[in-house]
């Protein structure tokens, strides 16, 4: 079992920023990997952006991916001592306003299809204004 508790969401200003904490307890959160999704009214839930489960030191750098709409604005990362995954967010729009979510993809699990992420955050609230 995952527990994840998301912090940083906010009231902004078109063009602002925002940096966005998951912080994860239970298993050993570096197999895990990491997810940020968002959910705007009366609309589904989206992928924002993806990172691997860490890899060893010989394997090089994390994996991460970007949904098409947030690419060279937001940057997904992770600190495996604090257990704690981010979601830096610059260049905000009025249509990325929505409640975003992270959530952990087990061991074995990949892509960026909800159903692959087995636990999940309560959300938080980001409104960008124009």
């Known amino acids: 079992q995952v527990q994840l508790v998301e912090s940083g969401g906010g009231l902004v200003q078109a063009g602002g920023s925002l940096r966005l904490s998951c912080a994860a307890s239970g298993r050993t959160f570096s197999d895990y990997g990491m997810g940020w999704f968002r959910q705007a009214p009366g609309k589904e839930r989206r992928f924002v952006a993806a990172?691997?489960?860490?890899?060893?030191?010989?394997?090089?750098?994390?994996?991460?991916d970007y949904a098409d709409s947030v690419k060279g604005r937001f940057t997904i990362s992770r600190d495996n001592a604090k257990n704690t995954v981010y979601l830096q967010m610059t260049s905000l729009k009025p249509e990325d306003t929505a409640v975003y979510s992270c959530?952990?993809?087990?061991?074995?699990?990949?892509?960026?299809?909800?159903?692959?992420?087995?636990?999940w955050g309560q959300g938080t609230q980001v409104t960008v204004s124009s």
């Open positions: 990172i691997s489960r860490s890899a060893p030191i010989s394997r090089g750098a994390d994996i991460t």
């Open positions: 959530a952990a993809r087990p061991p074995g699990n990949y892509g960026t299809d909800p159903a692959v992420y087995y636990y």
